[in-house]
């Protein structure tokens, strides 16, 4: 029998520039006051559910207009010194050195890297210069649960090695004063920065990950991505997710399951990325929980934003702190995210730790 990848350690980072929301939404009200559809879109900021940010630049930055190369050099800083820091507390946490991984996984959508950012962390971080090297781009929201899959199929093709998977998104550097779009004026007031590591590996102690798998819908390649303008990235998503995920999201959820032997009623920890409090809603209608329920969700909302493929992870490691913390038993968790394609990515975590 093949052995199961575990969840040996996950560790978060942010950068350091915090972005209170209320400061921003005064600072987009300014930016914008020329604008004559600023005033009817300006409510987003105080309906999003957010209290507080964080970005590789500081708040000035956003006044400013900014050419792609600049835009892409503070990504390569800044995502390197972010996976540098959770990269290192990860291995730490798991108690390896960097001789005993593997293989990396790196999951990024908000920036470009050639060399790619694992290979600016092999010396770093101590790993083997013959390491495996993953990186992948393009997966967008839905890379936190992807790239859990994708290592967790390494692991378990080197059950006598560690996998890392590295997941960091600068979503702000996207930001561009000069544009007044609907889809601008929401990610201004929804995306922030942040960074996930994890370590899988089969043995041990944590979590195991016992199944994972995606479903992309036809003809959907319009409900999220970016668009290319001589400044970077341009932010593409359709008013119509909350109603896609509401309508589709449990079918498929469900047919996900049944595949492995599980079912919705054998879930009892919900990690869904928090992509906005509409996108939450569904989740929560389309996978028959009480409106409401996704608490952890909506608290990694709240503190950090929509970080991208980042923010199911920093939702993941609240719910072990918190069941760690207060004892709560739980037997399976259910991670799901979205992403262009459209697609949606599930993982399935089991707890076979007693208590």
């Known amino acids: 029998m093949q052995a199961r990848p575990r969840l040996a350690a996950l560790a978060t980072a942010v950068p350091p520039f915090v972005l209170d929301q209320e400061s921003v939404a005064e600072r987009a009200r300014a930016l914008f006051a020329t604008h004559s559809s600023i005033d009817r879109l300006l ?16 708040v000035e930055w956003f006044g400013k207009p900014h050419g792609w190369p600049e835009r892409n050099q503070i990504y390569l800083e800044s995502a390197t010194a972010l996976l540098r820091d959770s990269a290192a507390r990860v291995l730490r946490d798991a108690g390896i050195g960097g001789g005993e991984v593997g293989a990396v996984v790196t999951v990024s959508t908000t920036g470009i890297a050639t060399p790619g950012l694992d290979a600016r962390l092999i010396e770093y ?16 929201c839905a890379g936190g649960v992807l790239g859990l899959g994708r290592a967790a199929t390494l692991a378990a093709a080197m059950p006598d090695k560690a996998v890392l998977l590295l997941v960091v998104e600068l979503c702000s550097l996207a930001f561009r004063h000069e544009d007044a779009s609907k889809s601008d004026i ?30 992309t819908w036809p003809r959907s390649l319009d409900i999220m991505g970016w668009d290319i303008a001589e400044d970077g990235f341009v932010p593409v998503f ?16 469900i047919a996900f399951l049944e595949r492995h032997g599980l079912s919705l009623p054998a879930i009892d920890r919900f990690v869904c990325h928090p992509g906005g409090m509409k996108v939450l809603a569904a989740c929560e209608e389309a996978l028959s929980l009480p409106a409401g329920s996704l608490q952890d969700a909506r608290a990694v909302l709240r503190d950090f934003g929509n970080m991208s493929a980042a923010s199911v992870l920093f939702v993941l490691e609240r719910m072990l702190h918190e069941a760690g913390e207060t004892g709560a038993p739980w037997r399976h968790a259910l991670l799901t995210a979205f992403g262009p394609g459209f697609s949606a990515g599930f993982v399935v975590l089991h707890n076979d730790a007693p208590g």
């Open 43 to 58: 409510p987003v900021f105080a309906n999003a559910g957010i209290r507080r940010r964080y970005a590789a630049v500081p």
């Open 125 to 140: 971080l101590g790993l083997a210069p013959t390491v495996q090297r993953l990186p992948i781009f393009g997966l967008g």
């Open 186 to 215: 929401v990610a201004a007031a929804l995306f922030g920065d942040g960074a996930a590591a994890a370590v899988l590996r089969c043995g041990g102690i944590g979590p195991a990950l016992i199944a994972h798998g995606e479903h």
């Open 238 to 253: 359709s008013r119509d997710i909350p109603a896609l995920v509401t309508s589709r999201l449990g079918d498929v959820a």
